[in-house]
Nanobody, 124 residues
Framework: QVHLVESGGGLVQAGGSLRLSCAASGRTFNFYTMGWFRQAPGKERDFVAAINWRGRTTYVADSVQGRFTISRDNAKNTVYLQMNSLKPEDTAVYYC?????????????????WGQGTQVTVSS
C-alpha cells in the first residue's frame, strides 16, 4: 500500500512558476513509477508527466513539453513537478499517482494509487 500526499498548488499569474511535490509513504518507493495527471472542471483526467523508478526515463505530455519537468528523490520518497511558463489552460486539480514495476505508464488506468489532488489556478 502506498499513500500519496500532494502539496505546492496555488494561485499564480500567467507566465509564473510553481513546484508541486508528492510525498509517498512506504519503504519501496523506489520500485514505483510515479506520474502526474490533471483534471479541469468538466474534463477528463489527463496525463501530464511520468518518471520511472530510477528517475532515468521521463515522459511528458506534448501540451506541457518544454515547460514542465518531473523529477524524484528516492531518498526522500518524493516526486516533483516543476511547472514554468504557466498558462491559464494549465488550471486544474493536479494528482500524483503510483504504480509498481511498470515503466512508461502514461494512462490513468495503469496506476494503482492516487493522491487527493492539489489545485493549481493560473490567472490571465
Amino acid at each position: 500500500q502506498v499513500h500519496l500526499v500532494e502539496s505546492g498548488g496555488g494561485l499564480v499569474q500567467a507566465g509564473g512558476s510553481l513546484r508541486l511535490s508528492c510525498a509517498a509513504s512506504g519503504r519501496t518507493f523506489n520500485f514505483y513509477t510515479m506520474g502526474w495527471f490533471r483534471q479541469a472542471p468538466g474534463k477528463e483526467r489527463d496525463f501530464v508527466a511520468a518518471i520511472n523508478w530510477r528517475g532515468r526515463t521521463t515522459y511528458v505530455a506534448d501540451s506541457v513539453q518544454g515547460r514542465f519537468t518531473i523529477s524524484r528523490d528516492n531518498a526522500k520518497n518524493t516526486v516533483y513537478l516543476q511547472m514554468n511558463s504557466l498558462k491559464p489552460e494549465d488550471t486544474a486539480v493536479y494528482y500524483c499517482a503510483a504504480v509498481r514495476d511498470l515503466s512508461g505508464a502514461t494512462t490513468s488506468q495503469e496506476y494503482d494509487y492516487w493522491g487527493q489532488g492539489t489545485q493549481v489556478t493560473v490567472s490571465s
